[in-house]
């Protein structure tokens, strides 16, 4: 019988989660040797909770401790319909290889298909195989789509 | 002086544009080799005209003629705030390469720019090298970034 500590549990992220979260967010972009701006991720934070109509952020535990968090972000495309980006998704190294990014993209899928959604895409960057294989694994086609970005406000 | 049905002209579509905007979506997946199925695209129109807060599609017309048309989405993400992604754009072959396809970027900006959004996604097909010029001369970077897709109804 699995104690109560070790359950896995994922929970939607309130405002008073924020500091939480930008912390993960921070040792997130680090892992991943992206740019942390730590006052654009905390209004970006503030806007996300205070939008729930713009997607959500959930933490995740495992045995009562912080393992991680997961964004999804709900969109629109002429192609899939109503549609869900894992926005962002990162386990603390503590936390790998043990099913729970497996345990995540099924949450995602779930939270997913409860919101009459048929497809969910994610981003991975071009220097990261890894990632990729993860989602491979995972069910997630394509990789043969580039995902392009202008910034107004560079 | 220009005479008036030179102007190049965006149009916000209704639902009484569903037809015209149903056949040019087949113009355009022909044209790029993807599999289309009336029946979802018509769906999939049906639903973007009844939510204009998952976005919109705009006819374009140029000297009276319809010329193409171009699909916005709203959507969230921590790393950008709010974003909109040129889901679709489409110009007949007959209005290339006269500045409507830049024309068309400029007015995406434009709507994005006047909903408060900071930057613009765009996702293109790797065997299409041209659509990746096209949009890298329209001032969108990235292309080191691969775009995945799970479908939870295959």
């Known amino acids: ?3 109560k ?3 896995l549990a994922f929970r939607r992220a309130g405002r008073e989660d924020r500091p939480v979260l930008a912390r993960l967010v ?7 040797g992206l740019p942390f701006d730590a006052a654009a991720t905390r209004a970006a934070l503030r806007e996300l909770l205070a939008h729930p109509e713009w997607g959500g952020a959930w933490l995740i535990a495992s045995g009562g401790r912080t393992a ?3 964004v999804l972000t709900p969109c629109f495309s002429l192609e899939f319909g109503r549609e869900v980006f894992i926005d962002e998704l ?3 190294p503590a936390f790998r290889g043990g099913g729970l990014g497996r345990a995540a993209l099924d949450f995602a899928a779930r939270w997913a298909g409860h919101n009459g959604v048929a497809a969910i895409h994610v ?4 220097n990261n195989p890894a990632a ?3 989602y491979r694994r995972g069910g997630f086609g394509g990789a043969h789509r580039y995902f392009m970005t202008r910034r107004l406000d560079a």
């Open 26 to 32: 921070r040792e997130y972009y680090a892992f991943d």
């Open 132 to 134: 990729r294989r993860f």
């Open 5 to 7: 500590e070790d359950a």
């Open 90 to 92: 990162y386990l603390r």
């Open 68 to 70: 991680g968090y997961v």
């Open 1 to 3: 019988m699995k104690r």
């Open 123 to 126: 981003v991975t960057e071009r």
